[in-house]
């Protein structure tokens, strides 16, 4: 389940991915048209938008500060991250971190020991956890589910968690210091540990003598509090949305361009090999040779770095004489018209992969496009592109500031790696329209919120595309090269459709900030045309 060739969960890096196309119509009927969908509804094939909410317990010293209460309940609701994100949910909040202080209840209690025990004094607090969600299709019809939280102290009885409430596998037991992302309540061991402690504090609450003012002490010092997530109305999207096509194809990062910034990150722990050999290679690879197929060749520009693709030495004494950016890249994908023996073959993708890690690189094909009614005029699509990405933020920010389409393939870090918004400031971003695809593990949770303030203009600059669930690795690069297929295919695709193209790492994934868009394939204003040159 959490191999790191199938899922971009490890704590080591990250992965994102944005993209874009264009297309002409004929009509103009619907030109005035306005869809009046609230302003949180998302586009998602897969998954709903509603909201949930769950109310919480724990229990503080009597006297607590504010300050530390608001800790302790926050330290427990980040427990149900595992439990919604195994249940196929996932809620905005990073962490399920805002708790709205005015939800609490408080009541001073005598915590009672029935065996005999000294009592003790204590407050128990109350919390309601609310925030937007986006939840598999399988809810779709529900109104409630059954999760589970652990309680604030659960970090003194890890082996317990591990044993009881998570796979206990190799994977798990490295993150165990991070037990709130991997807590798994609906195993059914964690089942039957959750009912026995709901039986001994049943059976301890029965022999109170005033269950007003008393509380067992087997309820103060249960590992697992099993609660209910209550789901509101079904906020999807239901029309067709699109990207500002016609913003994309005026030039924004560059004047008379269309720039996909593409950031791959490692994959793989050992690279030993060189960078050829790590995992997400293929699939930058395969992204890359998706695309050329289906636009034609793309050539090498001058970018950032100075990268010479002229010439290559190969240890059999071979030498390839300026060959096409295509056949460097079908070296991996296949269908290479170098015809190099399969030795040669490989002994060259190394030195190609070599003298590309860690630098910038750009491919460009000239494309004619015709905006609304002006005239038809010179332009590029250029794919600016970065490998071996790693813990480092220096690429993820260049992305963010030169590409229109920004799109990012790598680990998750958890959140907290290269692409975490606080690294980031609204310099780091551009003024014109973005599309920005975060194609990692629970990135609606991670860089949602959180980078749309970030953004000038906010989501009328903004579209983010982001994975309730954990996006595999494996098929990500065919997922990324089919989503700017259909971007780039001069159709117009709807997002709906743009989601349905990447469906082969599908986990949740839905669109936001696309509802102030103003595109539309029936308005003259906004028509685009695109013809080869």
Known sequence: M???????VALSALALGFFASTGACTADAADDEDTEEAEDDLTSVTARART?????????????????????????AQTAFGPLRTAEMAVNSRELREIDTGTFVKRDVKVVDPAGGASRDMTEVKYTYKDNAVVALSY??????????????????????????TPND??????????????????PQCQTAIRVEQEKVDADRARLRDPRTEVPKSQVDRLYLPITAQLGADKTNRGASFPDYHRLYRGGVK??????????GLIDHDTTGGPSSDFNWGELMTALDLVMRAQGDFVQVPGPDAVDLSRFTLPSGRVVQSPSFADLVRLKTGGSSLGLSYQDGRELQKQFAARIDKKWVAIEKP??????????????????????AGSSSTPHKFATKNSDVFIYNGHSSIGYGPLDPRNFTSADFPSSYQIMWMDGCVSYNYYHKDYIPLKEGGTKNLDLVTNGL????????TANGKFLVALLNGASSSYKDLLLAARDTEALRVVDGELDNVFKPTKASTRV???NR
Not at 54 to 71: C, H, K, M, N, W
Request: hydrophobic share 45%; with cysteine.
């Open 255 to 264: 004047a008379d361009k269309l720039v996909i910034g593409m950031v791959f």
């Open 2 to 8: 959490f191999a790191p060739r199938a899922l971009r």
């Open 170 to 187: 190799t994977h798990a037991r490295e993150f165990s210091s991070s037990a709130w992302y991997i807590f798994e309540p609906n195993l």
């Open 470 to 477: 954990e996006a595999p690795a494996w098929r990500g690069g």
């Open 367 to 388: 494309i004619r496009v015709k905006v609304g009614s002006e005239a038809p005029r010179d332009f590029a699509i250029q794919i600016l592109f970065y490998f071996g």
């Open 529 to 531: 045309t695109i013809t």
């Open 140 to 165: 779709a019809t529900r109104s409630s589910a059954p999760l589970a939280l652990m309680n604030p102290s659960y970090r003194t009885q890890l082996e317990r968690v591990m044993r009881e409430c």
């Open 52 to 76: 949930l909410e769950f109310v919480g317990t724990v229990f503080v010293e009597r006297g607590a500060s504010d300050a530390s209460i608001l800790q302790t309940v926050r330290t427990q």
